[in-house]
């Protein structure tokens, strides 16, 4: 008997039986719904986010709250006097409530802690975190407004509080000591280093402190779980128990488990088959010369944790070593530069213009570039359409809590061909094992891949690429969510 697959309405359906009279409320950074002035007129988007198709039924089922920062330059004209705005627009189900930081909160807290010291810390991708006593005053303050904020929405009522990321890695312990009777759960979603690396960090024990609030603790696969564990064990002396996964610290326990996030198989493949992808392969082949060309597509925005200048030497080096492929491989890089304000983000955006502009003076011809790069924002079509034309796909990541980019990849496959090469050090290297591995730091074995993947028969092509479907197929979004917030539910109601 085939096991049903979870879905939308699955999940929908699991939290309304679950959830029973609790409350329940979701923290992170970013918002499910942005409300922008376009002329006159005040219009509604929905950023395009795993987390926010995973969660947004979850809130709908609920008809809980969710508390975000308000980013969107309408979002401020739309709140009710308490920074409330019903949601989704054309069917309210639940509740948004919006918390405001101001440009120096934003530049301390998100720009300042957590991306250029959080971020590079628990990456170890050799670029220095910046510790900045200031920054982490304001990453505290930033902290308390968003506590403040659950704590004014729960009320007097039970609830269950499920807080996204690494923005927020002290809110759980705020808001559990103002009100202990809450149960807490965080999903981190970037890699957790070893603990001689984590306590390089000048507030460890503060953050550690912060996460133990939790009853519940997710990272994407084991390892990161085992490292966490380690981290309170030797840094806070906590007890641990290894067999339950559980920590315990002063007067609470805190779980600690895997729960691999994915993306939405169903409906990614079904999009990857519209006719406005067709017909987008089409002037794509086109537009950029790619027929009779062996195509291999790149698909990160521009962070220094993506490998993108050891994938650019790979081509190189692919190109030296190959000569009979000159001419005949098209790489495009489709990613969008990102975090500008920070000067390492800016310094690597000028490297990799500098290494693809190398490439293409050195093997390209009048007719022929080798690498095509498109940094600029792509609709859903075009990013399919993509997909549905490589090749091969490299996802390179020097260090990567999951990559969905690699899932998103095998779920537009549809055709059930094309070859993912896979940095060892993702999330997504544990799932999708009939990927081709690679070191990412080796420059020779990359490009050693890129010849394995184009001259790789057929059969092979489609066998490995039909196993890696199955699994991204069953292991989706919708069951992330279920995992995580049932697990959760759980726990709440067993205190």
Partial sequence: MQKQRWDKDRLYKLVQEKLGDSLFIVVSNREPYIHSMSGDRITCSTPVSGLTQ??????????????????????????????????P?????????????????????????????????CHVTFTPPVFRESNWDTYKRVNRIFADAVIEEVVDRKAVVLVQDYHLALLPR????????????????????????????????????????NDLIGFHIRSFCDNFLDSVENLLNARIDRETSTVSYRDSSTLVQPFPISVDFDSISLEADDKAVYKEMDNLTRELDLDGKYVGIGMDRIDYTKGIPQRMQALDKFLEDNPEYRGKVVFIQAGMPSRTEIENYREL????????????????????????????QHPPPTLNALRRLAHFCIVNSLHDGMNLIAKEYVAARNDEDGILILSKFTGAADELTDALLINPFSISELAAKIKDAIEMPEVERRRRMKNMREIVADNNIYRWGADNVSRLISIAGNR
């Fill in 349 to 376: 955006t000028r490297k990799v213009d500098d290494l693809v502009d190398g490439i293409n003076e050195k093997y390209g011809t009048d007719s022929w570039r080798p690498v095509i790069m498109l940094n600029r």
């Fill in 89 to 121: 627009p054309e069917a309210p189900e639940y509740t948004l409530r919006r918390v405001w930081l101001t440009e120096e909160e934003i530049e301390g807290y998100y720009l300042g802690f957590s991306n250029e010291g959080l971020w590079p810390l």
């Fill in 54 to 87: 995973a969660l947004d039924p979850v809130m709908r089922a609920s008809k809980g709250s969710w508390v975000v920062q308000g980013s969107g330059n309408a979002d401020k004209k739309v709140v009710d006097e308490h920074d409330r705005i019903a949601v």
């Fill in 174 to 213: 705020l808001i559990k000591k103002q009100n202990p009777r809450l149960t807490v759960g965080q999903f981190w979603h970037i890699p957790w280093p070893d603990h001689e690396i984590f306590r390089t960090c000048p507030w460890y024990e503060e953050i550690l402190e912060g996460m133990l609030g």
